[in-house]
């Protein structure tokens, strides 16, 4: 059953707030921290609010790879060189895109194998402690296929067989404004490298919260109007400005909704990704009465733990999806301390393997 939102409540009148405000350095371009080839000549196509976009052309590939990691100049040994069954030489995983890396030898090493590793790695089959060499001449055989992103800046070569699950994922993919799903007074769509910029310039998506640690965050729920319109907000539907969380370089939004035919709030957490990438990780939600301070999260009423949905889901799919913590009106009135309407914490961990 789909869920009827009547209208939209104003930030003025409804909005979270944090406990302190953060320093502007933790805001700035990038994702927070804890303490987050195109012609010249190319338009970009955006639609929606009158905002400014972002002009600067992308990186293209030199001595970097798509993620800016740099790479060793000189040319790996490409004699006796067999493409056929080329995998990892440590976990064996079969590569599917550019760009491949390993030791001189040409013994190719996986991106993951090479992070755990660190830099005490050194190439399993000849022991080359060197093992940053571009393999590109096994790019140009295993990889044949551009990106559909490619016009707007990705320059990954991938196989047919991994081209749906990397675009899916894709940076220079195009997405729309954060609001959009549950509004329709911002219709604008740029690519993922650049809507967390407009969700936070034009909407302030990225203020209203404490930052506790890298993908936590709380909040207090404040209400603004005059006591006697207190209850105006359990009159109607209504629909909330999300909140930008981040883990691990990897962009969330919370949202959170109420119905009021079923008297219920609906809160989940989404992530700018697919649902294999959703599924990489899971969210813990804890809400409580307006009193409790920033760090009183195992004082919280009510908890969820579960999964975080994916970008492409409907409101509709979301909902359906048992991905949402529904909580009735009683317990929200219960909350109220004043003029706070509740606090909330929102966190999200990884996933264990085989969960």
């Known amino acids: 059953m789909d869920i009827c939102i009547d209208k939209e409540i104003d930030p003025p009148d409804y909005n979270f707030t944090c406990d302190t405000e953060a320093p502007p350095s933790q805001y700035d371009n990038g994702f927070i921290c804890t303490s987050k080839d195109q012609n ?12 400014p976009v972002q002009t600067s052309s992308p990186k293209r590939y030199s001595d970097e790879d798509n993620s800016g990691n740099s790479f060793s ?3 790996p040994s490409q004699k006796h060189f067999k493409v056929d069954g080329i995998q990892c030489s440590l976990c064996q995983s079969v590569p ?10 040409s013994h190719y090493i996986c991106e993951q194998c090479r992070e755990h590793g660190g830099v005490l790695l050194s190439c399993p089959v000849c022991l080359n402690p060197e093992i940053s060499f571009r393999l590109q001449h096994i790019e140009d055989i ?16 991938i196989s047919d067989e991994a081209r749906e699950e990397h675009e899916d994922d894709c940076d220079y993919r195009l997405v729309s404004c954060p609001k959009k799903l549950f509004a329709k007074s911002c219709t604008f769509s740029d690519s993922y490298l650049n ?39 359990y009159s109607a539907s209504a629909r909330f400005p999300p ?36 599924a990489k990780y ?30 492409k889901l409907s409101r509709k799919e979301i909902h359906e999806s048992g991905s949402c ?14 003029s706070i309407l509740f606090r909330m914490w929102w966190r999200i961990l990884p996933r264990e393997s085989g969960h």
């Open 195 to 233: 809507i967390r910029e407009h969700a936070r310039n034009i909407h302030g998506f990225n203020k209203g919260y404490t930052l506790l640690d890298d993908g936590f965050i709380t909040s207090k729920m404040m209400d603004k109007k005059d006591k006697p319109n207190l209850e105006n907000i």
């Open 325 to 338: 913590f529904v909580i009735d009106d009683a317990a929200m009135r219960s909350f109220r301390r004043d």
């Open 282 to 311: 899971r969210c813990e939600m804890y809400i409580g009465p307006g009193n409790l301070d920033k760090n009183d999260q195992d004082e919280a009423e009510r908890v969820f733990r579960g999964n975080v949905v994916p970008y």
């Open 96 to 105: 599917v895109k550019s760009p491949l890396y390993g030791c001189k030898e």
């Open 142 to 157: 295993l990889f044949t296929k551009d990106c559909s992103f490619a016009a707007t800046g990705c320059h990954l070569k």
């Open 243 to 278: 909140l930008e969380m981040d883990y691990k370089k990897k962009l969330f939004y919370t949202y959170y909704e109420r119905e009021n035919s079923r008297s219920i709030w609906i809160f989940f957490i989404r992530i700018y990704g697919s649902p294999e990438t959703a």
């Open 40 to 51: 010249d000549n190319q338009k970009r196509k955006v639609s929606g609010c009158d905002s």
């Open 73 to 75: 100049s000189l040319g």
